[in-house]
């Protein structure tokens, strides 16, 4: 599967962003997704996913309620509905395959794309 992330940009606090995933390869019905986030110097962080036929999602803590994970599985497209963005937001963002999901958590991360950067300024 290749998974490409895309629609990262420059936005003000309290604005908003939607970011997209583009999935070509495998079915993309076939597996569940999601988001993770890196800024510099810290590390990897996961942010949100969603199962394969998006009836259940899950958040990190920190974008619970910002943040709106969910897929087109039509389009083969993947999304990050990013609402109230914080500074804190800014970092490089990516899309990912996860093989599993258990007890509402995506699990078993294996594919990634390149990642998107989103800045949010002060």
């Known amino acids: 599967v290749q998974l490409q992330a895309s629609g990262g940009g420059l936005v003000q606090a309290g604005g908003s962003l939607r970011l997209s995933c583009a999935a070509s390869g495998r079915t993309f019905r076939d597996y569940n997704m999601g988001w993770f986030r890196q800024a510099p110097g810290k590390e990897r962080e996961f942010v949100a996913a969603i199962t394969w036929n998006g009836a259940s999602t899950s958040y990190a803590d920190s974008v619970q309620g910002r943040f709106t994970i969910s897929r087109n599985n039509a389009k083969t497209t993947g999304y990050l509905q990013m609402n109230s963005l914080k500074p804190e937001d800014t970092a490089l963002y990516y899309c990912?395959?996860?093989?599993?999901?258990?007890?509402?958590?995506?699990?078993?991360?294996?594919?990634w794309g390149k990642g998107t950067q989103l800045t949010v300024s002060s």
């Open positions: 990912a395959r996860y093989g599993g999901w258990y007890q509402g958590r995506a699990y078993g991360m294996d594919s």
